[in-house]
């Protein structure tokens, strides 16, 4: 698809010389960087939700369960 966006003229030069540099056309530098942009927004509201949670729900190891895992550890001499 076809589409007209504007750009500050720094970033615009900025971006010509990395599509250069990386022998990739401007269109496919402007959507790779577009697809990592919203691939990162994406983790981030993974966070935020998760963040959330945690902050109304307990988050700690259930004692029991901490004690059989330091259990099934081997020892090792340092």
């Not at 970033?11 to 010389?17: D, M, T």
């Not at 190891?61 to 330091?70: F, G, H, I, N, T």
């Amino acid at each position: 698809m076809k589409t007209a966006v504007s750009l500050p003229d720094p970033l615009f030069v900025e971006a010509e010389r990395m599509a250069k540099r990386l022998r990739i056309s401007r269109s496919k530098l402007y959507a790779t960087a577009l697809a990592q942009f919203l691939q990162q927004q994406s983790s981030c509201d993974v966070t935020e939700r998760l963040n959330e949670v945690y902050a109304k729900e307990e988050s700690k190891l259930d004692p029991v369960l901490y004690a059989l895992q330091l259990c099934s550890l081997s020892r090792e001499d340092w």
